[in-house]
């Protein structure tokens, strides 16, 4: 059996372990007095109740935070990171039309398809895993002419893509706010932010000093192999970022500090500096002050302020996220608008960002493009400037200047 068979995530799983913690925590005073003489089984017993309460309570933080699904994906040994998308897009989405037939025939049941693809950036080489949303419109011959807006959606560490299908179910949240004419259908890009091995790995999506260029792979590689492979949009209007906890995080400051391809950007609980310590393993500035500031959200925007729409929500128990939305609000300057939420009663937990996954494509929608057919090309010859459109001949032939 794989690592990344082992559910981490699974209700039955926190149930048996939880009822086995419980049993050992009383048979060890219950059997107390019986084992005196059996020092060696008193010692055992003691231990394995202490490491089946702690099975447990790890079991119900990862569930809460929505961190690891497998024990793979704990491990960095995952055998399938594109587990629960419907198909594999092959090396920067080269197999993509493999998939065509079956996407369609999902979006004759009105589903979107989600397709997983290692991806390599031209300009930074680092190759990352990468879930795509495809909308049923999309895989619809009527639309093929059509280039569709982008949600680019950053999972929260130390999770990766994955996180997003199955732990908070994002492609059926798609799917329910595109029926209900909430959202345009969005092509919705889901990359890995730190690549594997997860654990002291956290990128923070910056560019390190002496380290990863995340934030170069996650905007311009990223936005770039998109508008090339995948029929979206390269106008700024057209794109989004979010993302939850870190995910938000990286959202807010990568649409801060790239505001020429960026117009919409959400976070769930994310923050206005990038975290630094035994996550990152490090400072990722070096020391470099500059460097850091940024990468801090409020400075950023109060410093080169662009038309940007920020949505930032975050819940009552969450104070450093509320102190994070305060900053920011501080140093506004338009003509960047910030809007928030606060949720009554919530924490810092994956539970908060599931409540709040349907009002913020709804926001979203409200700001995203529709799908539109491409540009026309320029014609040749007249300096770009298109001709006068020739007048409809019901069906006799073009008129070209010279008499039918």
Known sequence: MHASSIRLDSSLGLIIVSVLALLAVV????????????????????????LLVLLSSGLALNMVGGFFPTLGSLLGTSANPGEGTNGEGGANG???????EANYQRALQGKGSTVHM?????????????NVYFP???ADPAWHDRLFGVIEWFPNYPSGPEVAINTYKLPDALDAAIAKGKLPPSVVIIPDPSGQPRINHDSECVDAVGG?????????????WAVQTLRVSPERRAWSL????SGGYCAMNLAARHPQWYANVVSVSGYDKAQTGVETGGDLFKGRADIGDANTVSK??????????????????????LAAIDAIKAALVAPTRLFTWTIPDAGHNVNTLKSQLGPVLSWLGQRSAAPTPPPDPPVTG???????????????????????
């Open 382 to 404: 007249t300096g770009g400037v298109q001709p006068w459109p020739l007048p409809n001949t019901g069906g006799h032939g073009a008129l070209t200047g010279v008499e039918q």
């Open 118 to 130: 290692p991806v390599k950036g031209k300009r930074t080489g680092i190759e990352r895993d990468v």
């Open 136 to 138: 049923a419109a999309y």
């Open 300 to 321: 950023t925007l109060h410093k080169n302020p662009a038309a940007l729409d920020v949505l930032a929500v975050a819940g009552q128990r969450e104070p450093d996220e």
């Open 242 to 245: 979010a993302g939850w906890s």
């Open 27 to 50: 048979a060890v005073p219950w059997f107390w007095d019986k084992w005196r003489w059996k020092r060696t089984l008193r010692s055992a017993s003691t231990v394995l109740a202490v």
């Open 94 to 100: 080269s197999g993509l039309g493999r998939l065509a």
């Open 212 to 224: 990863g260029a995340n934030d170069t792979y996650l905007s311009a590689d990223i936005r770039q």
